[in-house]
């Protein structure tokens, strides 16, 4: 049974998760959340310092904690990490929970997004080459991403969400 008071956005790191989170999250009336601001501001420090300090097992684990806290919340809109979906069986979870959007970018959009901020993405700090490591990174991912009950391509404006919001507009407490 899937229930549809959530909403996941999963994509690739600078996909734009947490934009179009938030602008779904107030045209439904829902909380926002995203998985790696909620994780920073419980441990008190960035994520690039934590994967520094504790490694990346330790994120993944924290970024599960965030998940199971999810479970106990209605009406949410989230945004997560772009390696949430493949750690452990986290997607299944994500599935079972709510409703899975995969918001799929070209590379070369990413990789303009995230020169600009590589110092607050740990995985790609200290890449020496960025663009291989994306596409690297991408075909890794795209297996569970494309799992998702839905994706969006490129988008660039809420219209795009409609069907989505349509739904969720007229069932927000009905599971399916």
Same mark, same amino acid.
């Given at each position: 049974?899937?229930?549809?008071?959530?909403?996941?956005?999963?994509?690739? !790191?600078?996909?734009?998760?947490?934009?179009?989170?938030?602008?779904?999250?107030? *045209?439904?009336?829902?909380?926002f959340?995203?998985?790696?601001?909620?994780?920073?501001?419980?441990? @008190? *420090?960035?994520?690039?310092?934590?994967?520094?300090?504790?490694?990346? *097992?330790?994120? /993944?684990?924290q970024?599960?904690? %965030?998940?199971?806290?999810?479970?106990?919340m209605?009406?949410? %809109? %989230?945004? +997560?990490?772009?390696?949430? !979906?493949?750690?452990?069986?986290?997607?299944?979870?994500? @599935?079972?929970?709510?409703?899975?959007?995969?918001? @799929?970018? =070209?590379?070369?959009?990413?990789?303009?997004? %995230?020169? +600009?901020?590589?110092?607050? /993405? =740990?995985?790609?700090?200290?890449? =020496?080459?960025?663009?291989?490591?994306?596409?690297?990174?991408?075909?890794?991912?795209? =297996?569970?991403?494309? @799992?998702?009950?839905?994706?969006?391509?490129?988008?660039?404006?809420?219209?795009?969400?409609?069907?989505?919001?349509?739904?969720?507009?007229?069932?927000?407490?009905?599971?399916?």
């Amino acid at each position: 049974m899937r229930n549809l008071s959530k909403i996941f956005l999963i994509g690739m !790191p600078a996909a734009g998760k947490t934009t179009w989170a938030k602008h779904l999250a107030e *045209r439904l009336q829902w909380q926002f959340l995203d998985t790696d601001a909620y994780i920073e501001a419980e441990e @008190k *420090r960035t994520i690039a310092q934590i994967f520094e300090q504790e490694g990346e *097992r330790f994120f /993944r684990q924290q970024e599960r904690v %965030v998940l199971e806290k999810i479970k106990e919340m209605r009406q949410v %809109v %989230v945004a +997560t990490g772009g390696g949430l !979906p493949l750690w452990a069986d986290n997607l299944d979870v994500l @599935k079972q929970e709510g409703v899975v959007v995969y918001l @799929k970018m =070209p590379l070369d959009t990413l990789y303009e997004r %995230v020169e +600009t901020e590589k110092g607050k /993405r =740990p995985l790609l700090a200290k890449q =020496p080459d960025t663009l291989l490591f994306l596409e690297d990174l991408y075909q890794k991912r795209k =297996p569970f991403y494309e @799992k998702a009950h839905l994706c969006i391509e490129e988008p660039k404006s809420i219209a795009e969400f409609a069907p989505l919001l349509s739904l969720f507009s007229n069932l927000s407490n009905f599971s399916i």
